[in-house]
């Protein structure tokens, strides 16, 4: 697979094709899926297996993930919370591809949600958390990011709502360390 064909059929159409849509001043959360529409899928369908999809979905959030914080520039950016979400499990059931989403929680708030989500944990871990983990640490992304997980029932819908969110670990500086 050539990465220009990529960039043509999957990035150039997608809202990230401009970085500057992850600083557009949110006033809440967001969540910015890596490919928004199913058939841009068959791209990587034709070139890969379902597992291997999922995997290299994975690893390109990665790299946008590094992408946007080396492109913050402000204490306001620095103040964002910047992760890779799960918020439909739909495709993975279907296809058998986890679609992940950039997701940015803006300004100082974003402290807050991130504490409420690993307050609600529960100790034992779901099969969608498993597969989240397990597809990370094919990328050797397991031990960088922190997974949690949030679900609650809709009665509504009469459904469950699952949202994974893998957050990057926080690296302690050395002292001294700029």
Known sequence: ???????????SKEP???????????????????ISRRH???????????????DFLIGFSFF?????????????DNDTL?????????????????????FVYPGADSTDFAAK??????????RELNVVKKHFARCNLG??????ESRFHDSASGEDIIRI???PKKLERKEGAP
């Not at 697979?1 to 990035?11: A, G, R, V």
């Not at 307050?119 to 779901?126: G, I, L, M, N, T």
């Open 1 to 11: 697979m050539k990465l220009t064909k990529l960039y043509l059929k999957i990035i």
């Open 16 to 34: 990230y094709n401009d970085m500057n849509v992850f600083f557009s001043g949110f006033e809440s959360s967001d969540e910015i899926p890596l």
């Open 40 to 54: 841009r899928l068959k791209l990587l369908q034709k070139s890969m297996e379902s597992d291997k999809i999922s």
């Open 64 to 76: 946008l993930m590094n992408s946007i914080k080396a492109l913050s520039t402000t204490q306001e």
């Open 82 to 102: 910047f992760a890779v979400s799960f918020p439909d499990f739909d495709l993975l059931a279907e296809e058998g591809v986890l679609m992940p989403h950039i």
């Open 117 to 126: 989500i690993k307050a609600k944990q529960k100790y034992e871990s779901s």
């Open 143 to 148: 031990t960088i990011f922190d997974f949690y």
């Open 165 to 167: 969110y893998a957050l």
